[in-house]
Each structure stands twice: as C-alpha cells, then as structure tokens.
C-alpha cells in the first residue's frame, strides 16, 4: 500500500523559511519522480514542482522558482520543499505526490499559512 505523508506545515511571519516533508511508503521510492502541489483557499490546486528519482528537479512553478528548492533522501524515502523567503501569497494546503502503478497517490496535506 503506497502512503505519503507531510508536516513541516505551520504559521510563518512573511519573510520566514519553512522546510516541508514528506514520508514515502510502499513503492521503490528511488524509482519515481516525487512533486508537490498546493491549493489555497478558493483557488485550484497547483504544481509547485517536481523532482526525479536521482534527486534532478524537473519541473518548478515560475512563482517560486528563486524561493523554493525540492530535494529528496533516498535512503530514508522522504521528499523535502524548502521554502524561503515566504510571502502571504503562498499561504496554502501543500501536498506531496508520486504517479506509480497508473495512478496518482496523495498525502494528506499540510498547511502553510504565512502571515504577520
């Protein structure tokens, strides 16, 4: 059964940094790429990036590109966002995500709400 799991989530004055995590089971995680996405209130859940199974990030949304870096370990089969720099615009539900055996799996989320 693949499960993913985030934290790192919390309130955070603008400016701040804040590293999010996301636990891997069930699935070869070295194998896959990861991505995270994030939906804020009253918008459509969006792609904030991707990261391949060698650790390359492939993909990163234009609106955080200087500000927010993915990374992964695979030994202990976790992806990472660090976030710096926070602005209240990204104040949101941040997900973790893997497309493995033909469909999308999901964590729970974990807010990330930024303000003073």
């Known amino acids: 059964q693949v499960r993913l799991v985030e934290s790192g989530g919390g309130l955070v004055q603008p400016g701040g940094a804040r590293r999010l995590s996301c636990a891997v089971s069930?699935?070869?995680?070295?194998?896959?790429?990861m991505s995270w996405y994030r939906q804020a209130p009253g918008k459509e859940r969006e792609l904030v990036g991707s990261i391949a199974g060698g650790g390359v990030t492939t993909n990163i949304a234009d609106s955080v590109k200087d500000r927010f870096t993915l990374s992964r370990d695979n030994v202990w089969n976790r992806a990472y966002l660090q976030m710096n720099s926070l602005e209240p615009d990204d104040t949101a539900v941040y997900y973790c995500n893997v497309n493995a055996r033909s469909r999308m799996f999901w964590g729970q989320g974990t807010k990330v709400t930024v303000s003073s």
């Open positions: 069930g699935l070869n995680f070295r194998l896959y790429e």
